[in-house]
């Protein structure tokens, strides 16, 4: 498995930007589909965004299109989700998830390697 760590998150007023970054371990990053996930306090995870092994496809929640930007850089390891016109909404714990799988998937059941999350909080 894929060691993940994710770092970026922090306090933003409504309307800000973030950039969380995810870092992962190892020398097969790019055999990895990536997701960023989020899970807001008394609710269960879901799903924000993923990106193809080569970066070439990705595919985002219908809550975040057209806000968020997800991207990896393979030479470093390390999948983006750049965030923008935040919302109080937004507020979430933000983890990254890396999965084997061949296609994109949205689901959480799905991926098998998890960061321990970042906490994105957006005031209003």
């Known amino acids: 498995q894929v060691q993940l760590v994710e770092s970026g998150g922090g306090l933003v007023q409504a309307g800000g930007s973030l950039r969380l970054s995810c870092a992962a371990s190892?020398?097969?990053?790019?055999?990895?589909?990536m997701g960023w996930f989020r899970q807001a306090p008394g609710k269960e995870r879901e799903f924000v965004a993923a990106?193809?092994?080569?970066?070439?496809?990705?595919y985002y929640a219908d809550s975040v299109k057209g806000r968020f930007t997800i991207s990896r850089d393979n030479a470093k390891n390390t999948v983006y989700l750049q965030m923008d016109s935040l919302k109080p909404e937004d507020t979430a714990v933000y983890f990254c998830?890396?999965?084997?799988?061949?296609?994109?998937?949205?689901?959480?059941?799905?991926?098998?390697?998890w960061g321990q999350g970042t906490q994105v909080t957006v005031s209003s």
């Open positions: 998830a890396a999965t084997l799988q061949t296609i994109l998937v949205l689901s959480t059941e799905n991926y098998n390697s």
């Open positions: 990106i193809s092994k080569s970066g070439s496809g990705t």
């Open positions: 190892g020398r097969t990053f790019n055999s990895y589909i």
